[in-house]
């Protein structure tokens, strides 16, 4: 059943998987060469999804649907790769650094790694140990898709493989950072984490790129906890503002771990970010925090599943948005409490401030929930900065700009908790909207 | 536990309580929908012509329409061909003239369902149209309301009497293409309530309408339309019961509530439509359309609703909130015990300046059943310093049953404040034991727990519903622990 | 400082102060006080500059200037403190943070050089002794989960750290303790300056035990309708405000005619 649409971008990225496919990793492997031609058959029929779809009423692709995406991978440098490093790189982490889609390890830096670590490109993974990646790929196969997912699928041609032997904990952060140089470029980054039992890590899954490029990134990152595991993972989205970015996160849980996801979408022209876990076994915990901020056009989207699948599951999710200018943003935050979760507690929020009269905003936290033993609540919000704190803090001699910024900034502020490396809270200081404070 | 579940399995024994048949003879149109239906139905209820061309109409945009499956409710298919779409009491058939006409075996089904139309007998303040399967058959009060202008009758007298006031209003709430039930009611509707009232003028009493599916293989389709013109107020009240079956029996009806300049419009439904039986069989499908215009300036329409009954409940009792300063609200308490699936909720569009809404749900999940919130609340860019505020609360009983929340909020005005909660909380063994261990039976800790949780929403009722609403619950409530 | 004259006032349109006259000279205390619904509060807030209160007549002098003219947060850099009756929470904004950017303001307004953190760090500190406060509260965010009282000493700390010209209280006393009460007294107290005035807007007199005030000024039909000592408030105390209503009914009905 063909349910999506057809235009320059369907038939563009199908000639490029029939030009292209021989050449993407793992073309020798059988059982890749058949995950991949399987998801171009899938996306065939599926097309882009369209505004019927539930999840895609609020965001229509349209824009990319008419695009053609058709630069060609180029190797060689232009000097945007380097110059955006220097703006973006952190520091105390070790870096993967992936340029228009590639591995880039010229401008990757990796630290000494304990014993039972490995950290590197995915496509060389899968030239090293196919073995050890089969089933990773074979189980994404059967998560839920959507046409972006399985694009990807079909086409990705690298990303981060991380793998954690059990009970190998990385003190440093790994920044995972992709850079877009080209106009009319589409790259497809996949990432495939495994962390074992007890093993613990912080990614950045960083995307940026220049404003005056349009470009197509669809990322798929996909996090296996095992026992006890604790993945914190921080997405900071900074793509340039005539960019297209489609993104999904997908982690599994095993019992006892902990997933922790912070999700920053700062760029783009059109944004969206697939945010699911499962809390497959007993006693998980999930915490997903989000700030979105948008002015101009742009149109930010944030969908985020937390599927609790098993007994004692704990969720904790917050998600704030500012919007400004006739910015739009979509939130749609799905808690699921299956038969069987008994004991599950989960608490969402989504509170939005719309500073201008032609900002957007649509929201959609959803409960279904299927135990009885369960605490569940959730909470939006939709609104402006509030009269009686602007007034106070005018009333002790502070300017309205001033006030209003403070006020932003403190609204925004509370979604960098937890976030304790140094430099990564420091940039996300930075980016806040609301400007810097002085130092007080 | 195992005592609780016996003191509770008992309660199951009480059945429901409306389940009677009164056999009658009735003048039925065959089963199935066609053009020449709708012309017999519209012929026999001697319309006027611009009536039979909105049908038609109706009909042949229906055609075209799908049934909708996004409502988290699931049913086997309905065979609209299997439904006898008019079904009147013979004694009926040129409509009562004065409560004298009723047939005397229809005011004993009414006395025997605690609805008396004798006006003597009448709770004081309450006037009553009560609808038998496809037609009104009795209206009490009518003169008494017609000294202040009022019109209060059926759909059918509305048609005869007041042709320009249904002709300017009918469909301009629920246009016939509205939905795919909306657009079948429009087509075949048969009967249901009218009500106007005049500017300035406060309907001094409770208008109610009882409705009542009696025979077998009939859907029911009623319309109801209320105008409460400039300034006026009126507060209106909705029943319904059905007999027990074991095929499922469709209930499509529409409302459509205008109010204009000033104007308050109270709409309280206590809906108890046969449910099944407790493995599911038989019961009212009750998809219905329910929509109010506050259509100028600081009108106000308030939508209260207890859903005890019914296999099914699929509607969305909803305020167009046009009018500036104008308000909406909606208080629910949704019950599904056994197998009943209810997916209800309302929708706030805010379209006027200063314009405000409140929504406050709550539903009841026992036993197998599933209860899903699904609410819109829209504010158009033109909606300056618009105001919602939403609570939807849920309460779970037994592990076997769900609770859905699925609420919409799109904002395009910065002005604007918009506020959802929603919680889930259960009434747990331990709960029950503490109350047990104070010398409370399981049956009252319930009754207390649940009554507590909706009490919010009853005392937006007329205090004889508040009542009633509260019985009822208790009864949907039997054998939901086990 | 101050000078009101015929000060009308209307909220939502409808009209609460309606002709109004109040001088306050530099050094003096003066109490304000009235039955509920009297005005009170609306005046505290019309001379902080709060939206929505329309003056539909009148004027405000404060030190000569046109005080309707000015923005809330010029009337604060200008030495106005309102210390307000309900005061805000503000999630995400550390205390400490406002104190210094208030201080910063009105060191900027007045041509003087900013306080660096120590010196501010220096003499907050000092004020926090002085309102018998937790320094922990510095560190939270503005009044968010403060208790009554400390909301109420957190104003009266803000207004020793910014040293106003003309000081406010705008029911300061209202949920305090006994204890509570003596401190927020003391503090205003020490306070007293003959370059300073302020004014007590309270419904009781139990605040002006503990501050005596050089004027007493009855709030009845939104304007002064009686005017005396301290002596007045004892007198307040013991009578009630009926009877000050029920003379400003009969002077009103006399002014109509």
Redesign the interface.
């Known amino acids: 059943m063909t349910n999506g649409t057809r235009g320059p971008f369907v038939n563009g990225v199908l000639a490029r998987f029939a030009e292209e496919h021989e050449g993407l990793p793992g073309a020798a492997l059988p059982w890749l060469r058949r995950v991949r031609s399987d998801a171009i058959g899938r996306f065939a029929e599926l097309g882009l999804p369209t505004t019927r779809h539930?999840d895609w009423k609020?965001t229509s692709v349209a824009a990319i649907e008419r695009r053609a995406f058709d630069t060609p991978f180029d190797a060689s440098s232009n000097g945007l790769a380097e110059r955006a490093l220097a703006r973006h790189a952190l520091d105390g982490t070790h870096r993967l650094v992936f340029v228009d889609g590639r591995y880039a390890p010229g401008l990757s830096r990796l630290d000494t790694l304990p014993a039972g670590a490995q950290v590197g490109s995915l496509a060389a993974a899968i030239a090293a140990r196919p073995d050890r990646l089969e089933d990773l790929f074979v189980a994404d196969d059967e998560a839920p898709a959507n046409g972006f997912t399985t694009l990807n699928s079909a086409l990705w041609a690298d990303g981060a493989w991380i793998d954690l032997a059990p009970g190998v904990v990385l003190d440093m952060p790994i920044h995972l950072l992709f850079i877009t140089t080209r106009n009319d470029l589409a790259s497809f980054p996949r990432n495939l984490v495994r962390a074992g039992a007890e093993a613990g890590v912080t990614l950045i899954e960083h995307h940026a790129g220049p404003d005056d490029a349009s470009y197509f990134t669809d990322a798929v990152t996909r996090i296996v906890l095992g026992k006890g595991a604790r993945v914190a993972h921080a997405k900071l989205q900074q793509e340039g503002r005539r960019s297209f970015h489609i993104a999904a996160i997908h982690a599994e849980q095993a019992q006892d771990s902990r997933f922790g996801s912070h999700a920053f979408a700062f760029g783009g022209q059109l944004a969206r970010s697939e945010i699911a876990t499962r809390l497959g076994a007993e006693d998980c915990e999930a915490k997903l925090v989000g700030l979105y901020v948008g002015s101009g056009r742009q149109h930010i989207d944030h969908h985020t599943c937390i599927d609790h699948a098993q007994p004692r599951g704990t969720s904790r999710e917050v998600y704030k948005g500012v919007l400004d200018g006739a910015a739009r943003a979509v939130f749609n935050g799905r808690v699921i409490v299956r038969?069987d979760a008994?004991q599950t507690d989960a608490q969402q929020s989504n509170r939005?401030l719309?500073?201008?009269?032609?900002?957007?905003?649509?929201?959609?936290?959803?409960?279904?929930?299927?135990?009885?033993?369960?605490?569940?609540?959730?909470?939006?919000?939709?609104?402006?900065l509030d009269a009686d704190q602007l007034h106070y803090l005018r009333s002790r001699g502070i300017d309205e700009a001033a006030a209003r910024s403070l006020l932003i900034r403190a609204f925004a502020a509370d979604t960098l908790e937890g976030i304790e490396h140094a430099a990564l809270r420091a940039r996300l200081e930075s980016l806040l909207p609301g400007g810097l404070p002085e130092a007080a | 536990m195992g005592n609780q579940a016996v003191q509770l399995d008992e309660l199951i024994s009480q059945d429901y309580r409306h389940g009677f048949y009164t056999p009658m003879e009735v003048d039925a149109l065959p089963h199935g929908l066609s053009e020449d239906v709708i012309r017999m139905i519209s012929a026999k209820k001697k319309e006027p012509e611009f009536m039979l061309e909105w049908r038609l109409k109706a009909f042949r945009h229906w055609l075209t329409m799908t049934e909708p499956h996004?409502a988290t409710v699931r049913h086997p298919p309905i065979d609209y061909q299997d439904i006898v779409y008019y079904s009147a009491p013979r004694s009926q058939q040129d409509g009562p003239q004065s409560l004298a006409d009723v047939d005397p075996e229809l005011l004993r089904t009414y006395e025997k369902l605690g609805v008396p139309l004798h006006e003597r007998e009448l709770l004081a303040g309450v006037a009553v149209d009560a609808v038998f399967d496809s037609v009104s058959v009795a209206t009490t009060f009518k003169a008494k309301l017609g000294e202040l202008g009022i019109i209060f009758c059926s759909f059918s007298e509305a048609v005869q009497n007041h042709p320009d006031l249904v002709r300017q209003y009918l469909g301009s709430v629920v246009p016939y293409t509205d939905n795919f039930f909306a657009t079948l009611n429009s087509a075949v509707f048969s009967d249901g309530s009218f009500c106007y009232i005049p500017p300035g003028v406060r309907c001094p009493m409770e208008l109610s309408t009882y409705f009542r599916i009696n025979a077998k293989n009939t859907g029911q389709f009623e319309r109801t339309l209320i105008i409460a013109d400039r300034g006026a107020y009126v507060s209106y009240l909705e029943g319904c019961t059905a007999p027990m079956r074991d095929e499922n029996q469709l209930h499509a009806a529409v409302v459509e509530l205008i109010a204009l300049e000033g104007a308050q419009i109270k709409y309280s439904t206590v809906q108890n439509w046969y449910p099944g039986d407790k493995d599911g069989k038989g019961g009212i499908y009750n998809f219905v359309t329910k929509r109010g215009d506050c259509r100028e300036a600081n009108s106000k329409i308030s939508w209260t609703q207890v859903e005890t009954g019914s296999a099914i409940t699929w509607k969305y009792p909803s305020v167009i909130l046009q009018g500036d300063n104008s308000v909406g609200e909606f208080h629910s308490v949704a019950l599904t015990n056994h197998y009943q699936q209810a997916d209800t909720g309302t929708k706030m569009i805010h379209l006027g300046r200063n314009t405000r809404s409140t929504i406050l749900s709550k539903g009841i999940s026992a036993g197998h059943g599933s209860n899903a919130y699904r609410g819109l609340v829209k504010?158009a860019?033109s909606a300056v310093g618009a105001r919602n505020y939403t609570q939807c609360d849920?309460l779970?009983?037994?592990?076997?049953?769900?609770?859905?929340?699925?609420?919409?909020?799109?904002?395009?005005?910065?002005?604007?404040?918009?506020?959802?909660?929603?919680?889930?909380?259960?009434i747990?063994e331990d709960q029950l034991f503490y109350c047990q261990s104070r010398g409370i039976s399981a049956e009252d800790a319930v009754s207390l727990i649940v009554s507590g949780f909706c009490k919010e929403v009853f005392k937006q009722l007329p205090m004889e519903f508040a009542v009633e609403a509260q019985k009822l619950l208790g009864v949907s409530l039997e054998g939901a622990i086990g | 400082m101050l000078e009101i004259r015929n000060l009308h006032v209307t909220v939502d349109d409808k009209p609460i102060l309606r002709g109004l006259d109040l001088t306050v000279m530099a050094g003096e205390v003066h109490a304000i006080m009235g039955p509920n619904g009297s005005g009170k509060s609306t005046l505290a807030h019309v001379l902080a500059g709060r939206e929505g209160y329309v003056v539909t007549a009148g004027e405000i002098l404060y030190l000569g200037k046109n005080l309707l003219e000015l923005a809330p947060e010029e009337r604060a850099r200008e030495g106005i403190f309102l210390a307000f009756q309900y005061p805000v929470e503000i999630p995400g904004v550390a205390n400490i943070y406002l104190l210094k950017a208030a201080v910063n303001a009105v060191r900027r307004h007045r041509g003087e050089q900013e306080l660096d953190a120590m010196d501010f760090l220096v003499l907050v500190k000092e004020k926090f002794r002085l309102m018998d406060m937790d320094e922990s509260l510095l560190y939270r965010a503005v009044n968010e989960g403060f208790s009554g009282g400390e909301k109420k000493r957190n104003e009266i700390l803000q207004m020793a750290v910014l040293e106003p010209r003309l000081a406010i209280l705008d029911e300061t006393d209202s949920g305090l303790d006994i204890d509570a009460l003596k401190v927020v007294a003391n503090g205003v107290e020490a306070m007293r300056d003959p370059d300073r005035a302020i004014i007590l807007v309270t419904h009781y007199q139990r605040l002006l035990d503990h501050i005596r005030p050089d004027r007493v000024h009855v709030l009845a039909q939104g304007r002064i309708a009686l005017s005396g000592g301290p002596e007045l408030a004892q007198e307040l105390e013991r009578r009630g405000y009926g009877w000050v209503e029920a003379e400003a009914q009969k002077m009103a009905g006399a002014g109509a005619q």
């Open positions: 539930e609020y038969p008994q939005n719309l500073l201008s009269d032609s900002a957007e905003v649509d929201t959609k936290p959803q409960l279904e929930i299927w135990a009885d033993d369960v605490k569940c609540a959730h909470g939006a919000t939709v609104g402006q | 996004w504010v860019k849920s779970l009983l037994g592990d076997r049953c769900a609770a859905h929340t699925f609420p919409y909020i799109e904002v395009k005005n910065a002005s604007a404040r918009v506020e959802h909660e929603a919680s889930t909380s259960r747990g």
